[in-house]
């Protein structure tokens, strides 16, 4: 019964240090920036921000001022830079003070960084990183075959409704 909606802009700029130290470029190397602020019930929830190599940017297009219908990693398998593997990480830190504005995230609450570098076999595709306040917010990652995530996931939902 809740409502979903998002924000998106794309911006072109150097990548931060951090950034190009996962992409595996130049701290001073244009990247395209794609940022989507994910909001519930018109409420800040989470922002998603991927950076993505210039030279895969203008292969794709991804340089557009508006959302992919498809989203970027099938538009990039499109074009033949199909995803085959990523690295997550996980941690927490106090909000900046842009984060604590754009996300509604008060003193004291925790947020959650949750970094995602994916690749090709031969390449870094993206950096993602999404920011969310820990205190409405909440992970979970399924690994393996879907028949046996759905049994686990059927246990867990019927502990919810106990």
Same mark, same amino acid.
């Given at each position: 019964?809740?409502? &979903? +909606?998002?924000?998106? #802009?794309?911006?072109?700029?150097?990548?931060?240090?951090?950034?190009?130290?996962?992409? !595996?470029?130049?701290?001073? #190397?244009?990247?395209?920036? %794609?940022?989507?602020?994910?909001?519930?019930? /018109? *409420?800040?929830? +989470?922002?998603?921000? +991927? =950076? =993505?190599?210039?030279?895969?940017?203008?292969?794709?297009?991804?340089?557009? @001022? *508006?959302?992919?219908?498809?989203?970027?990693? %099938?538009?990039?398998? /499109? *074009?033949? *830079?199909?995803?085959? !593997? @990523?690295?997550?990480?996980?941690?927490?830190?106090?909000?900046? &003070?842009?984060?604590?504005?754009?996300?509604? &995230? /008060?003193? !004291?609450? +925790?947020?959650?960084?949750?970094?995602?570098?994916?690749?090709?076999? #031969?390449?870094?595709?993206? $950096?993602?990183?999404? $920011?969310?306040?820990?205190?409405?917010? #909440?992970?979970?990652?399924?690994?393996?075959?879907?028949?046996?995530?759905?049994?686990?996931?059927? $246990?867990?939902?019927?502990?919810?409704?106990?």
């Amino acid at each position: 019964g809740r409502e &979903a +909606s998002t924000r998106f #802009e794309m911006r072109i700029e150097p990548a931060p240090i951090d950034v190009a130290k996962r992409l !595996g470029c130049a701290p001073d #190397e244009l990247v395209c920036v %794609r940022s989507v602020l994910q909001l519930v019930d /018109s *409420h800040p929830w +989470s922002r998603a921000t +991927s =950076y =993505y190599p210039m030279d895969l940017t203008q292969e794709c297009g991804l340089d557009t @001022a *508006h959302d992919i219908p498809e989203g970027t990693v %099938r538009r990039l398998a /499109s *074009h033949g *830079h199909i995803e085959a !593997g @990523a690295v997550d990480t996980c941690n927490t830190r106090p909000p900046t &003070a842009a984060e604590a504005r754009d996300l509604g &995230a /008060s003193d !004291g609450t +925790s947020m959650l960084l949750w970094t995602r570098i994916a690749a090709t076999r #031969e390449r870094i595709t993206r $950096v993602t990183v999404t $920011v969310m306040p820990g205190d409405r917010n #909440e992970l979970q990652f399924r690994q393996g075959e879907q028949k046996a995530t759905g049994v686990i996931m059927s $246990v867990l939902n019927a502990g919810k409704d106990a």
